[in-house]
């Protein structure tokens, strides 16, 4: 294992989890870890990209709610409004039918049970989007509460580690909104004659971001996309979701420094996957429409890592040829584990457009996504460097093996 390698993988652990800051989407960290990985990949003989978008950075102040004279513990909904109410009468809602029945004219609606039992999709999210989501959130707006008080459980199969969970993450939502514990909202649901006061203290700021594209050119207009977010939630130094795959993409940079076969290589540092709007998603789809059958092969980048884990990869739009080639560049099964597809990665931005693709992770996934990505346990103590350096000798042996036409 190349010494070197994994040197530079620690340095830029060390530089885009501690150094820059939280990196969600807008914020100075944020763009100053785009501007990292760009000088990285200029300084391995790539051309570099950094198509801009328009965002919203927010700032969280704090949120106080009190239920008579009794202060519940409670948090913002992020990109939620600001709001500052005095004793006013609530509402509550379990249902969607309930919700549609009732008057909220000058109230509080106290949202609980199956409306709160996962986190409701933005409302111009394009790439999933339940009806009984659109429902909510229309009769919201056109109802319009005052503000919304979400009493949210615990639901690691849909919402990670995070409890209580944000009903609502929405900067195109515009009822101000907070989120707490069913142990919390128990109180307000069991004392109906009490009012609520609230205050909200937060602001939503205009801002841009950036996707990261390096790339180096074939002798055909065929490409291999290598990708990974480089954007995190609010709050968390996100590590494994997603320091480890931008590092990858680094480490890649290094390994192709000195390439030239017929595959052009695309080295995708996409900004956008834990934000509301998947702007940077968004906006690599309308750069490239009509032109994802250039697309040999995609390969994501996200949770990898992973320390006292092997590494893990899933297949997408592969026949059996193509799994060879993928067993024999990730032929170590002690090191390499193939599991179940998983579709919340970037590369579904492929998949939908039947590339062949490939997610790599870690073997752990299911227990990463329910007890540390999206909090402040996401560390690098979590982090395997050499793990990393493996994983980004095995794909360039992927790129190898698609150059011998293997595939």
């Given at each position: 294992?190349?010494?070197?390698?994994?040197?530079?993988?620690?340095?830029?652990?060390?530089?885009?989890?501690?150094?820059?800051?939280?990196?969600?989407?807008?914020?100075?960290?944020?763009?100053?870890?785009?501007?990292?990985?760009a000088d990285r990949m200029r300084s391995c003989g790539f051309q570099v990209e950094t198509p801009e978008f328009a965002c919203i950075d927010w700032r969280d102040g704090g949120s106080r709610l009190l239920l008579g004279e009794e202060a519940l513990e409670v948090l913002t909904s992020p990109y939620s409004l600001p709001c500052d109410l005095a004793e006013r009468p609530y509402e509550t809602a379990g249902?969607?039918?309930?919700?549609?029945?009732?008057?909220?004219?000058?109230?509080?609606?106290?949202?609980?049970?199956?409306?709160?039992?996962?986190?409701?999709?933005?409302?111009?999210?394009?790439?999933?989007?339940?009806?009984?989501?659109r429902r909510m959130v229309a009769t919201l707006e056109a109802k319009k509460p005052l503000a919304i008080v979400a009493v949210t459980a615990r639901n690691p199969a849909l919402a990670g580690a995070v409890y209580p969970f944000p009903l609502f993450e929405d900067g195109d939502f515009h009822i101000p909104s907070v989120y707490l514990t069913e142990e919390e909202g128990g109180k307000i649901l069991s004392k109906r004659s009490e009012k609520l006061s609230l205050e909200i203290d937060s602001q939503r700021i205009p801002s841009t971001g950036n996707n990261v594209i390096g790339r180096k050119k074939g002798r055909t207009e065929k490409r291999i996309v290598f990708c990974a977010h480089l954007d995190t939630k609010k709050g968390t130094p996100g590590a494994l979701d997603n320091t480890t795959g931008v590092v990858l993409l680094l480490a890649m940079a290094e390994l192709l420094e000195g390439y030239g076969g017929d595959y052009g290589i695309e080295l995708l540092a996409v900004n956008g996957e834990d934000y509301y709007a998947a702007s940077g998603q968004m906006l690599y789809l309308e750069e490239n429409r009509g032109r994802m059958g250039e697309v040999a092969l995609a390969v994501n980048m996200d949770g990898a890592g992973h320390k006292g884990q092997p590494s893990s990869y899933c297949l997408f739009n592969c026949g059996e040829r193509e799994r060879r080639g993928f067993t024999e560049a990730f032929g170590d099964p002690e090191a390499f584990l193939e599991i179940e597809p998983w579709h919340q990665g970037d590369h579904m931005l492929f998949v939908m457009e039947g590339v062949p693709a490939i997610a790599i992770s870690s073997g752990n996934l299911w227990e990463i996504l329910s007890e540390i990505v999206?909090?402040?346990?996401?560390?690098?103590?979590?982090?395997?460097?050499?793990?990393?350096?493996?994983?980004?000798?095995?794909?360039?042996?992927?790129?190898?093996?698609?150059?011998e036409k293997r595939f």
């Open positions: 294992m190349s010494t070197k390698l994994c040197g530079r993988i620690r340095e830029d652990l060390e530089v885009l989890c501690l150094r820059t800051g939280n990196r969600h989407v807008g914020s100075p960290g944020n763009q100053e870890a785009a501007r990292y990985i249902t969607l039918q309930e919700l549609e029945g009732r008057d909220f004219t000058g109230k509080i609606a106290v949202l609980h049970g199956a409306l709160c039992r996962e986190q409701v999709m933005p409302k111009n999210f394009v790439f999933y989007n339940p009806e009984e989501h999206h909090t402040p346990k996401d560390t690098l103590d979590n982090v395997d460097p050499e793990k990393l350096c493996a994983i980004a000798l095995a794909c360039r042996r992927l790129v190898g093996l698609h150059l």
